[in-house]
Each structure stands twice: as C-alpha cells, then as structure tokens.
C-alpha cells in the first residue's frame, strides 16, 4: 500500500498568513493527488484535485503543486473559515490512501 | 444540486450485520464510480470500498471478504452490506460520488454525503 506522509501534523496562523502543508507518498504517484478540506462536525469537502487543478467554487488562495512523491498545499493569505483539518489522498493506486490530516489553527 | 443522503447506521454487537444505504439524487449510481469513505472518531479518513460503473468492485484489505458494496439501480441507491462486524469498524460512514473526467485517469472525490454513525460495541 502506498502511504501518505502529511507534514506539519498540525500548525498554528494568523489571518493573512501563508501556510504550506506537506504530503510525501511512499513511492510515486505521478500527479494523482488530491486534498480535502475538514471542518468539525462536518463532512470533506474537494479543494483541489490532479495536485494542481482547483474545483470549481474553491478560492484562488489556495493552489496544489508537485509530482512524483512530493506535494504541497498552499494558502496564500489564510481566511477565518480556513481553520479546519487538511487531508491529501492518492488515487494512483489501491488501496486509495490519505494523509493523517493537517490540523490548520489559530494562533 | 447532487445530494447523497446515507442512513442504515447505528449500534451493533461485534460480529453482527448492517446494511447502509445511500439514496442519490441528481446523479446516477449507476453510471458514475461510486465509493465509502469511512472515519473513526477523532481520526482520519479510510477509504472502504469503491464501485466502478462497469460493475467491477474494490475494496481495502481492512474490510475484503467481510463488507460487500452494490447498487440498485432502479432506486438510485448505493449500498454497503457489513458482515462480522468489528470494533475498529466503528465511525462515521461516507457516500461519495469519484469522479472521472474526460480522458483524464485521475480519479478524485467531488461529492460527499452528510455520513451515518456506525458503532460496534456490545
């Protein structure tokens, strides 16, 4: 099974900062990438799917980059409604995976 | 607007059955891949099982040979047939649509239903 490292495993920010969350896979996935966004209570929801391409509705504050076994997710100017947890998932290969979560907080 | 309602969950004894449910609306259980992703309290996400429109099956190591996923197709309605149930099996239970755009391999999660509480414990 591929696994996913995520990194910070959770982070404290200010409003307007810019945060960078890590995911390392454990062999390459090419660009089979994806993050979710978490909020308490609640059920993920799709931010940013093939490492790079924002779903539609999604802010351009947040951008996806990377290939191979490295991957980040990027804030540009955090939002009071970005506090939430983060997840990475690869669909290269089953088992699909997902990170253990990025826990995004206040400072 | 796409709306995956999912129901059937609840307490169950280890080694008992459960059949989830997830009733779609504006999207076809049958022509889209459909899955489970499944999160233990305070945890993260695991994905349980996926569906392909053709029919083929899927399924982690965690719950092969004990949950079996299907569809019926006159009622629009995904299922997840959950047998020797087990105490690690316990959280919140999620329909999701998996999309697959044209020509492109990379499947993604672009739909999630609201999820259904499962709790295995006697």
């Known amino acids: 099974d591929i696994q996913m490292t995520q990194s910070p495993s959770s982070l404290s920010a200010s409003v307007g900062d810019r945060v960078a969350i890590t995911c390392r896979a454990s062999?390459?996935?090419?660009?089979?990438l994806n993050w979710y966004q978490q909020k308490r209570g609640k059920a993920p929801n799709l931010l940013i799917h093939?490492?790079?391409t924002l779903q539609s509705g999604v802010p351009s504050r947040f951008s996806g980059s990377g290939s191979g076994t490295d991957f980040t997710l990027t804030i540009t100017g955090l939002q009071p409604e970005d506090f939430a947890t983060y997840y990475c998932?690869?669909?290269?290969?089953?088992?699909?995976?997902f990170g253990q979560g990025t826990k995004v907080e206040v400072k | 607007e796409v709306q995956l309602v999912e129901s059937g969950g609840g307490l169950i004894q280890p080694g008992g059955s459960l059949r989830l449910s997830c009733a779609a609306s504006?999207?076809?259980?049958?022509?889209?891949?459909m899955s489970w992703v499944r999160q233990a309290p305070g945890k993260g996400l695991e994905w349980v099982s996926l569906?392909?429109?053709?029919?083929?099956?899927d399924y982690a190591d965690s719950v092969k040979g004990r949950f079996t996923i299907s569809r019926d197709n006159s009622k629009n309605t995904l299922y997840l047939q959950m047998n020797s149930l087990r105490g690690e099996d316990t959280g919140v239970y999620y329909c999701?649509?998996?999309?697959?755009?044209?020509?492109?391999?990379?499947?993604?999660?672009?739909?999630w239903g609201q999820g259904t509480l499962v709790t295995v414990s006697s």
């Open positions: 569906l392909y429109s053709g029919g083929r099956t």
């Open positions: 999701v649509r998996v999309q697959e755009d044209y020509g492109d391999p990379r499947l993604y999660i672009d739909y």
């Open positions: 504006e999207v076809s259980v049958s022509s889209n891949y």
């Open positions: 093939a490492t790079t």
């Open positions: 998932q690869q669909s290269h290969s089953s088992p699909w995976t």
């Open positions: 062999q390459s996935i090419s660009t089979y």
